[in-house]
Structures are given as structure tokens and as C-alpha cells.
């Protein structure tokens, strides 16, 4: 048995989905994951964002983030559906280290919000 480790994916959907096909494909892998014994703990749909270069001759597509506890042999085998799934234009899979586990946590509290330190100086001088 390995040790499980943090990972964070983010994948590009075609932009010729219907939002209701977007989520289907987002909920399939992120099914996909749980199913082979991985803890999801964060998932984010970016939306239709512009790419910085066309790809298959288009220019915007679906951004989906997850971050997620596995095994290390689990992102091969995501990685491959990834390849397999004509949905998706790209991906990329990286290993979180500690501090970076870190900092997602605080972005999730919204730690970096500029609105929320604004509140904050304007409660302190009040």
C-alpha cells in the first residue's frame, strides 16, 4: 500500500458542451476519482474562459479544477480517461506539497479576497 498523497487537476472541456454535458463530464471524473478510492476535497467549474492559444482550431473552452487525496498510481489511470474522453483538450495533473495544500485551504476561506480586507479596514476605522 503507498502513501496517499495531495494533487490538484485542472482540465479544459470543449466549448461545443452544453452546460448540462460540462457538468456531466466534470461529475464523471469526479466520480471516477471517488469510485477508486480517492477523498475529492475541492472542486471548482472556472467556466468558458478564453485560451491563451486555439487548440483544435477553437479559442475558449470549460476550465474545471479538482483537488484530491490519492494514491500516486491512481493519476496514471486518470490521466489515461482523461486521453480517452474526447471532451476534454487538455489537462494537467500536479503534486501539491505542503505548502501549497496550504495555501489552497486559505484561498478556500478567502483569505486573498480583496472585498473582504476592505471590510476589515473599514470595521477597524469605524
Not at 2 to 21: G, M, R
Amino acid at each position: 500500500m503507498e502513501f496517499k498523497k495531495n494533487y490538484e487537476t485542472v482540465f479544459i472541456l470543449t466549448p461545443v458542451l452544453s452546460e448540462d454535458q460540462m457538468k456531466d463530464a466534470a461529475a464523471k471524473f469526479s466520480t471516477f476519482l471517488k469510485e477508486n478510492g480517492a477523498d475529492v476535497i475541492n472542486e471548482e467549474s472556472w467556466g468558458l474562459k478564453k485560451l491563451a492559444y486555439p487548440i483544435n482550431h477553437k479559442t475558449t473552452g470549460f476550465y474545471h479544477l479538482a483537488e484530491f487525496v490519492a494514491e500516486p498510481t491512481l493519476v496514471d489511470t486518470l490521466e489515461t480517461e482523461y486521453r480517452r474522453d474526447e471532451r476534454v483538450m487538455r489537462f494537467l495533473t500536479v503534486s501539491l506539497d505542503k505548502h501549497a495544500v496550504e495555501y489552497n485551504e486559505r484561498r478556500r476561506r478567502g483569505d486573498f479576497r480583496k472585498d473582504k480586507k476592505k471590510k476589515n479596514k473599514e470595521e477597524a476605522t469605524a
